[in-house]
């Protein structure tokens, strides 16, 4: 393999992505990652940075461009660490994805599964229901937006094309009344000062909206702020206040103090209404989640007299969504907020056969077993760093008939479909679903059967 040198200059055609959505180039065999640049551009580029086995550079010059290559829509693209493939129509973006999957499944690991198209999202812009914004004080003024890439530098931001028009205005909205409350705002290197996160969520309509000031510290200066909120956007319908003074990089804090209206939101997805509350986990593309529930649903095939358990359930939404009938809905989650969320969220759907164990799924599936507890079908959705071993072991050792697992990290989701397949069970297709458009991100969803 060539070893290339820092600033040397070369000119190759872009042969593939990276799962991060970087292009890939070699030079005789050696690996180069550079961004924003599509599979079949010849490129003039720069070596930015030399590994022994790999490399990354920078883009002098298209020189023969994609037809999928688009102006990122974006104005602050080239800045915001948010989105990773905006110069990517949308066609080669789902193209990316499904590609992504299919390595990560079959090229990397010991599967050979089909995968199905990937289910788009149409339009691909505005999805996003929940916004994390950090807030900085530069220059005189509170500024909000989203962080440089690797970095926690925040550009100031007044419309973000992923996130849903009403938290575009809310955002702009709530820093204004921040600059003219002059309110204190945290400064990371001293730790001092007030307000680290403004979290915007809202539900499918935006006929309701939670907005949650994330500070460091208890005080409460938020009067004047809640009132100009309120006033101007009347489905701002829980404002709550988070508690975080920890040095540390996790949003949230341990506790969280209601300043107006209710503790949570409510939303609708497949025809079940759900309470969020501001810490509970609850997926952010709606009209994606849809279609990723109904996928799993489908795969699920219940007949109505199963016992079902939704681990790594959030607020009960898969399990809720599956069944008007299940014998028993049994949900495991390992966060305190979402699991109060799921019992009511029962109760608000008039399912009295439900329960809901906190703690983490390692833990309680291991339990469950020993006391003899027989599941039909088994819901996985795991976080990104997909399951615990000794959650596998016991769901495997419990050998219900079909898991349904979605999954946020196909290359994760390789790894548990390999120990699965090796205890029990075939897999079939996977279905990839593009719950995050514009990001390098991609959900998958596939059905294991015992054999
Ligand atoms: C990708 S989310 C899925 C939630 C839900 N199924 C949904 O569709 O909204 C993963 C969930 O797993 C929870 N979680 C993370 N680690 C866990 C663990 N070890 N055991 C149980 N739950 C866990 C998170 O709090 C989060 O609610």
């Known amino acids: 393999m060539a070893q290339v040198a820092k600033n040397e200059r070369?000119?190759?055609?872009?042969?593939?992505?990276?799962?991060?959505?970087?292009?890939?180039?070699?030079?005789?065999?050696?690996?180069?990652?550079?961004?924003?640049?599509?599979k079949g551009e010849e490129i003039d580029f720069k070596v930015v940075k030399a590994n022994r086995k790999f490399g990354f550079g920078k883009t002098l010059e298209v020189k023969e461009a994609s037809n999928n290559r688009i102006n990122p829509p974006c104005p602050y693209y080239f800045q915001c660490g948010g989105c990773q493939i905006q110069t990517l129509d949308y066609l080669e973006q789902q193209h990316f994805k499904t590609t992504t999957v299919d390595k990560a499944i079959n090229r990397m690991g010991k599967l050979d599964l089909k995968i199905e198209s990937i289910i788009g999202a149409e339009p691909p812009f505005n999805y996003r229901n929940k916004s994390q914004i950090p807030v900085q004080f530069n220059d005189g003024k509170v500024e909000m937006g989203f962080y440089r890439p690797r970095s926690h530098d925040i550009i100031d931001i007044d419309d973000c094309l992923?996130?849903?028009?009403?938290?575009?205005?809310?955002?702009?909205f709530i820093r204004d009344e921040f600059n003219k409350a002059r309110i204190s705002v945290y400064d990371e290197a001293l730790h001092q000062g007030l307000v680290r996160h403004v979290i915007i969520r809202s539900n499918h309509d935006d006929s309701e909206v939670q907005v949650a000031f994330v500070t460091n510290g208890k005080k409460n200066l938020f009067g004047p702020v809640i009132e100009a909120i309120t006033k101007q956007f009347p489905m701002v319908t829980s404002i709550v206040q988070n508690i975080n003074d920890k040095k540390t990089n996790v949003i949230f804090g341990d506790e969280t103090i209601t300043l107006y209206g209710n503790a949570y939101i409510?939303?609708?997805?497949?025809?079940?209404?759900?309470?969020?509350?501001?810490?509970?986990?609850?997926?952010?593309?709606?009209?994606?989640?849809?279609?990723?529930?109904?996928?799993?649903?489908?795969?699920?095939?219940?007949?109505?007299d199963e016992t079902i358990i939704d681990t790594y359930c959030g607020i009960g939404t898969i399990g809720l969504c599956a069944t008007d009938s299940a014998k028993k809905i049994i949900g495991i989650e390992s966060v305190e907020s979402a699991v109060l969320d799921a019992r009511e969220n029962a109760v608000l759907n008039g399912v009295d056969n439900a329960e809901y164990h906190l703690g983490k799924s390692e833990d309680v599936m291991k339990r469950l077993v020993s006391q003899?507890?027989?599941?039909?079908?088994?819901?996985?959705?795991?976080?990104?760093?997909?399951?615990?071993?000794?959650?596998?072991?016991?769901?495997?050792?419990?050998?219900?008939?079909?898991i349904v697992y979605v999954s946020c990290n196909p290359s994760t989701l390789q790894r548990d479909l390999n120990y699965l397949t090796e205890h029990g069970y075939k897999a079939g297709p996977v279905t990839p679903v593009d719950m995050f458009p514009q990001t390098n991100h991609v959900e998958a969803v596939v059905r294991l059967e015992l054999k």
């Open 372 to 402: 003899g507890v027989e599941p039909d079908v088994v819901f996985v959705d795991p976080p990104r760093k997909g399951c615990h071993p000794e959650f596998l072991e016991a769901l495997a050792e419990v050998a219900p008939e079909k």
């Open 266 to 304: 409510t939303d609708t997805l497949l025809g079940k209404q759900f309470r969020i509350k501001a810490k509970s986990f609850y997926q952010v593309n709606h009209t994606q989640t849809v279609k990723l529930y109904q996928k799993a649903i489908e795969l699920a095939d219940l007949k109505g």
């Open 10 to 38: 070369f000119t190759a055609t872009v042969e593939d992505y990276t799962h991060e959505g970087m292009g890939v180039v070699k030079i005789e065999g050696y690996p180069i990652f550079i961004p924003d640049v599509l």
């Open 162 to 172: 992923i996130q849903k028009d009403i938290h575009n205005e809310l955002m702009v």
